[in-house]
């Protein structure tokens, strides 16, 4: 029997690495982690940097999983390619489900008044823009942010503020923490919801994680 391909997405600034905690099992899955490529240009829209991401996938209807931006990018990724399922971990469907501080973040254009030192800086960036209490968080899980080049967190940040998708795609599957300090869960509708999971739960929650994936695919 062959086995069905997933395609692992990974956060903003961080590598497959993220996933490696992760408990599906390998006879029944093929596994491929995609990675962050380099943004033609700080203009270049988020649809065409999802098209290009498409030509990393080399199998017809895959599942596609994405964890908070990359769960955005999968979506994205959908628009131009047929697939399985798609599974979002820690991230949103719609502009609706962005925190309030994006949307506030999106109309005064204050984001772009970042100096780099703190975009390329993990532990600053989550400092200045989503609170201290990440940035206690941020020594748990900087070893797996391997992307910091400029271009791309600036990209990245505009994109994931300024994202635009009215409604939701149908046939998502949204696992959710309900400590998520990124996207509150408040705003998130129709999740599974990991009662104790916060925005790095794909990594401390791994094991339920993948059993709710599994779950889903089997269904």
Same mark, same amino acid.
């Given at each position: 029997?062959?086995?069905?391909?997933?395609?692992?997405?990974?956060?903003?600034?961080?590598?497959?690495?993220? !996933?490696?905690?992760?408990?599906?099992?390998?006879?029944?899955?093929?596994?491929?982690?995609?990675?962050?490529?380099?943004?033609?240009?700080?203009?270049?829209?988020?649809?065409?940097?999802?098209?290009?991401?498409?030509?990393?996938?080399?199998?017809?209807?895959?599942?596609?999983?994405?964890?908070?931006?990359?769960?955005?990018?999968?979506?994205?990724?959908?628009?131009?390619?047929?697939?399985?399922?798609?599974?979002?971990?820690?991230?949103?469907?719609?502009?609706?489900?962005?925190?309030?501080?994006?949307?506030?973040?999106?109309?005064?254009?204050?984001?772009?008044?970042?100096?780099?030192?703190?975009?390329?800086?993990?532990?600053?960036?989550?400092?200045? !823009?989503?609170?201290?209490?990440?940035?206690?968080?941020?020594?748990?899980?900087?070893?797996?942010?391997?992307?910091?080049?400029?271009?791309?967190?600036?990209?990245?940040?505009?994109?994931?503020?300024?994202?635009?998708?009215?409604?939701?795609?149908?046939?998502?599957?949204?696992?959710?923490?309900?400590?998520?300090?990124?996207?509150?869960?408040?705003?998130?509708?129709?999740?599974?919801?990991?009662?104790?999971?916060?925005?790095?739960?794909?990594?401390?929650?791994?094991?339920?994680?993948?059993?709710?994936?599994?779950?889903?695919?089997?269904?």
């Amino acid at each position: 029997m062959s086995k069905t391909p997933i395609y692992f997405m990974p956060g903003l600034a961080a590598g497959p690495e993220i !996933f490696h905690n992760l408990t599906l099992d390998p006879e029944i899955y093929e596994f491929h982690y995609l990675t962050w490529k380099k943004p033609l240009a700080l203009e270049e829209t988020i649809a065409n940097y999802a098209m290009r991401m498409t030509e990393e996938v080399h199998h017809e209807n895959p599942i596609l999983i994405g964890v908070s931006f990359g769960g955005i990018i999968v979506q994205e990724m959908s628009k131009f390619m047929d697939v399985k399922k798609i599974i979002i971990i820690s991230s949103v469907k719609s502009t609706g489900e962005l925190p309030k501080r994006f949307k506030i973040a999106s109309k005064s254009k204050i984001y772009k008044l970042f100096p780099t030192q703190i975009v390329t800086n993990f532990e600053s960036y989550a400092k200045y !823009f989503v609170g201290k209490s990440l940035e206690k968080k941020a020594k748990i899980y900087k070893k797996y942010l391997s992307v910091r080049g400029k271009t791309y967190i600036k990209w990245s940040i505009h994109n994931a503020i300024n994202w635009r998708q009215e409604k939701p795609m149908e046939g998502i599957v949204h696992i959710h923490g309900a400590k998520d300090e990124i996207f509150p869960i408040k705003s998130i509708k129709n999740c599974i919801r990991i009662e104790d999971g916060n925005h790095s739960m794909i990594i401390l929650k791994a094991k339920e994680i993948s059993k709710i994936i599994h779950e889903n695919l089997t269904c």
